[in-house]
């Protein structure tokens, strides 16, 4: 959600959809329905120090 300035002094909020990477290659779907997120090693590794990376990708 993002806020929205609506009047001075007063905000609102906006939802804005969201993005993310299926098996099926799609980021944005019309209709709601269920999916399987992938996610990328350089996503969840992004923030990792150098040992917990190494720890990681051993494990996987």
């Known amino acids: 959600?993002?806020?929205v300035k609506a009047e001075q002094g007063k905000l609102r909020y906006h939802q804005a959809p969201m993005k993310f990477?299926?098996?099926?290659?799609?980021s944005d779907f019309s209709d709601p329905h269920?999916?399987?997120v992938v996610f990328p090693?350089?996503?969840?590794?992004?923030?990792?120090?150098?040992?917990?990376?190494?720890?990681?990708?051993?494990?996987?």
């Open 1 to 3: 959600m993002k806020s």
């Open 21 to 26: 990477i299926s098996k099926e290659g799609k």
């Open 34 to 36: 269920k999916v399987e």
């Open 41 to 60: 090693n350089e996503i969840v590794t992004a923030e990792m120090s150098k040992k917990e990376k190494k720890n990681y990708l051993s494990e996987n």
